[in-house]
């Protein structure tokens, strides 16, 4: 029962997005933040973020949080170079337990935002440019089959909502003159 329950919610967020994607009058901004309030409600997460990468950089730019403390997010907890070469390979980063993981590199920041575990997943928007959704959990955390699912779903569709604002953006651009 519960695990219906947990499909109907996933369903049902997905379909929510979509339409949210969709709408024309909705700004990328409002998107991707409302991708992440579900993201970090469905899986009882602290918090979750959209990073972008670009071609040639090596830094992880924080374009949308929901959860998360501005200090935090300043602070680089993860180790960002290793971090963005596992990006661009596509390896999805599973760290359950902060205080164990070298890749760790600021677990003061972590300890006092209240995180001890991340989910990164790797997305590609077009050639130049590579997304990560990050998501973060209070407590060790080993996702289910389902969560990583419902996290690649969702991280597809923040993709799809750059991709769409990147188009319609570059064709108001393109129709203005």
């Known amino acids: 029962m519960q695990e219906n329950k947990m499909l ?3 369903f049902y967020a997905l379909n929510r997005v979509i339409d949210v994607i969709y709408r024309e009058e909705e700004e990328l901004a409002d998107v991707l933040y409302f991708i992440l309030s579900l993201t970090t409600e469905l899986t009882a997460a602290k918090g979750s973020t959209i990073r972008v990468l670009e071609k040639g950089s090596f830094d992880l730019k924080a374009v ?3 959860g998360l ?5 300043e602070a680089g907890v993860i180790d960002s170079g290793k971090s963005a070469t ?3 390979e596509g390896d999805t980063i599973i760290i359950t337990d902060f205080e164990n993981d070298p890749r760790i590199k600021n677990l003061n920041a972590a300890q006092k ?3 001890n575990a991340v989910i990164g997943i790797p997305f590609t928007v077009n050639e130049t440019t590579y997304t990560v959704l990050r998501v973060y959990f209070p407590s060790k955390k080993i996702p289910t089959h389902e969560e990583m699912e419902m996290l690649n779903s969702l991280g597809k569709l923040s993709c799809l909502a750059i991709e769409h604002s990147i188009i319609s953006s570059s064709w108001f651009e393109d129709n203005r003159k």
Do not use: A, R
């Open 8 to 10: 109907d919610s996933y």
């Open 64 to 66: 949308s949080s929901y």
């Open 69 to 73: 403390s501005q200090d935090y997010l």
């Open 86 to 88: 596992e990006i661009m």
């Open 113 to 115: 935002e209240g995180v």
